[in-house]
């Protein structure tokens, strides 16, 4: 767009809508969950704009319901994934043409439609084919990938507005951001839509083209903001929708000499091996590759003496066993005082006898399954072996049943050893471990909290001790990219808490903020000279 020095509306969080009895949006829910439900669907890959239908098929089915098959998508192949790499480049062409102002435009337009007009399918298809509640699919598909949307400009806004202080007279410094030289490959994670969106939007926003490879287990909703992107008005081939089983696409996608970057978020050995892919065919490569990735953690809430035993309780529950604990964020590990554990223990037993598991649909669920029967057998093992071990008692729940879906009852595990298993390892369900610490091993405990794990990714303390906050804040600095006081530490906002660990958790490049949109990009230095010397020779050269 000529002539105009163009600003990005300023962002605000989309609001999160009660769904309470007698409210509007409730109905609405209802009527898309009965759209959903009343067909099966048939989801294509998308590569250059075209829907492509390869024969290879796999069922989409309702976690909580396992019978129910809520439809079919198609499988890439390596056929297929030549094909989406293709037609990346080609309109790598023409999408790096574009001014950022008709790039922006068109995430715009996808974040109204996001957030209005496809809102309650999205949420709908959230809800039925990844066993989320309500709250759980409205925070996450419709409210906070909105806001990656709305947010992401305004950052792709300001690091263009970033250029150099000083210009001396007679020159001109500019600074120019250019997309990377190739595509960038987008692996999204099952457990959250936002993130599946995020992944692909934020490099394409700056200019990039993407592959985009949805999760096995979700490829519903993103299917539908792919949708939304198209109708938004984003050009053929600038993101391609590739569902595709991971070992096939990574050799083709490692191997080409277009590959530019990776935006990843699953598990470490994943991300591992892709690492080592990217390394051995680091000579076929334009440019080193962009390597973004989140893997996961190891999360804990470290407890002090003098903290709220309510809003502790509350925290404990809701970040260990919202979305049935499939968040990187979950609580996994509580360290306690044990002077407090008795105070505490038949109040959180109390508590936890309220949560009501089941589908979906009915809105008075807390709980709903885990996501496959994959999932649902390794969170099992994890029990069965705190049941069967010598240091450690389940003490409350414990139960499964994959009868009808994969369920999993909330499960504390109680132990009196720093480094049992499940003190130390990535389970990604709704099990949470108790240690009880000595009352006067404050300080020794948070070193070991710090050091117990390989992971840094979330974490909370509770205190209402401003001097202990402000020990564990030093201790605890390096095991937590996104930590918190008196909260639960799940639940980052975007434009609020960017969101990222490191350790073992990623690269942490903060999705929700300018820092992962900087990963995107390629500056150069431009310096126009209006009054270019016209001889070589310098002052000092002259003879006395």
């Known amino acids: 767009m000529r002539n105009t020095i163009a600003r990005v509306p300023l962002p605000t969080n989309e609001p999160v809508y009660s769904y309470a009895p007698g409210t509007v949006e409730r109905e609405k ?113 419709a409210c906070e990938l909105t806001d990656f949307l709305r947010f992401n400009l305004y ?95 990574g050799d083709i996608v490692f191997s080409s000499e277009y590959f530019a970057g990776i935006h990843f978020t699953g598990s470490v050995d994943t991300f591992n091996k892709m690492w080592k892919m990217m390394a051995e065919n680091l000579p076929k490569y334009k440019a080193y590759p962009r390597i973004v990735g989140e893997t996961g953690g190891k999360d804990y809430i470290f407890v002090h003496k003098s903290a709220n035993t309510k809003k502790l309780i509350t925290a404990i529950i809701r970040g260990a066993y919202e979305y049935q604990g499939q968040k990187c964020s979950a609580v996994s590990r509580v360290y306690l005082p044990k002077s407090m554990w008795n105070d505490i223990k038949d109040e959180l037993f109390s508590e936890i006898d309220k949560i009501k598991m089941g589908s979906p649909e009915d809105f008075t669920n807390f709980m709903n399954a885990v996501i496959d029967e994959e999932a649902y057998k390794k969170i099992v093992n994890y029990i069965e072996y705190a049941r069967s071990a010598s240091d450690a008692e389940i003490i409350k729940g414990g139960g499964y049943d994959d009868s009808k879906g994969w369920f999993v009852e909330p499960t504390i595990i109680y132990t009196e050893n720093p480094h049992f298993k499940t003190m130390e390892e990535e389970i990604f369900g709704p099990v949470v471990t108790i240690y009880p610490y000595e009352d006067d091993k404050y300080v020794e405990t948070l070193h070991l909290c710090d050091q117990t794990s390989p992971y840094g990714l979330t974490g909370a303390i509770f205190s209402e001790d401003r001097d202990a906050t402000r ?7 390096g095991s937590a990219g996104n930590f918190y006081i008196n909260d639960k530490p799940t639940g980052a906002v975007v434009g609020q808490q960017p969101f990222g660990g490191a350790r073992a958790s990623g690269t942490n490049d903060k999705a929700g903020s300018h820092l992962n949109l900087l990963r995107w990009i390629t500056p150069r230095a431009i310096k126009e000279n209006f009054v270019a010397p016209e001889s070589f020779e310098y002052p000092f050269m002259k003879e006395e």
């Open 471 to 477: 020990v564990a804040l030093d201790i605890l600095e």
């Open 155 to 249: 950052y792709m806004q300001k690091i263009y507005e970033e250029q150099p202080l000083y210009s001396p007279r007679g020159t001109w410094n500019i600074m120019q951001y250019r997309p990377l030289e190739g595509f960038v490959f987008a692996v999204p994670p099952f457990n959250f839509v936002s993130i599946s969106g995020n992944l692909p939007t934020a490099p394409a926003m700056m200019g990039n083209v993407v592959l985009w490879k949805p999760a096995s287990s979700s490829v519903y909703a993103p299917y539908i903001f792919m949708k939304v992107l198209q109708e938004a008005g984003l050009p053929d081939g600038v993101i391609n929708f590739i569902p595709s089983k991971g070992s096939v696409v």
């Open 29 to 141: 829910l209802k009527e898309a969950i009965k759209e959903i439900k009343s067909q099966q669907i048939e989801i294509p890959l998308i590569i250059g704009g075209e829907e492509i239908k390869t024969g290879n098929t796999r069922e989409i089915v309702e976690p909580h319901n396992k019978s129910s098959v809520l439809g079919v998508y198609h499988v890439a192949g390596e056929k297929e994934i030549k094909m989406a790499i293709e037609a990346a480049m080609e309109a790598s062409k023409k999408w790096r043409e574009y001014d950022w102002v008709d790039r922006a435009a068109i995430f715009l337009k996808a974040a109204e439609l996001l957030s209005g007009k496809y809102r309650y399918l999205i949420n709908a298809a959230t809800m039925l084919s990844l066993s989320k509640n309500i709250f759980q699919a409205e925070i996450d598909s």
